[in-house]
């Protein structure tokens, strides 16, 4: 019987028994199979379209982050001017008083 081996480090191989026969028909063990791979790619195929969905809220949001970005900058600018508007009428107020 051959020994089936556990590859522990590149340095180090550790023996492992062999397996024990099993009496399952080889049709039932393709099928077997034939479903635990099929079941993988189901997997695979889901966390992809996980990723793509990421992604996509992702470039929303980017997009999204860098309206708000320009609003915020035009918001500034209209605080600023209308805060030396505010200013220079209190001085005017303050001239004719």
Known sequence: MPLRVLYHSLSELIPLPPLPSL???PSLLVIFLLRRWQFAQRSRV?????????????QG?????????????FL?????IL??????????LESLA
């Open 61 to 73: 949001l980017q997009a999204e982050g860098s309206e708000v970005s320009a609003k915020l900058e």
């Open 83 to 92: 805060s030396m508007e505010n200013k220079s009428l209190k001085q005017r």
């Open 23 to 25: 009496s399952i028909p």
């Open 46 to 58: 889901c966390k992809l379209q996980y990723i793509a969905e990421l992604e996509r809220n992702v």
């Open 76 to 80: 500034n600018q209209e605080n600023l």
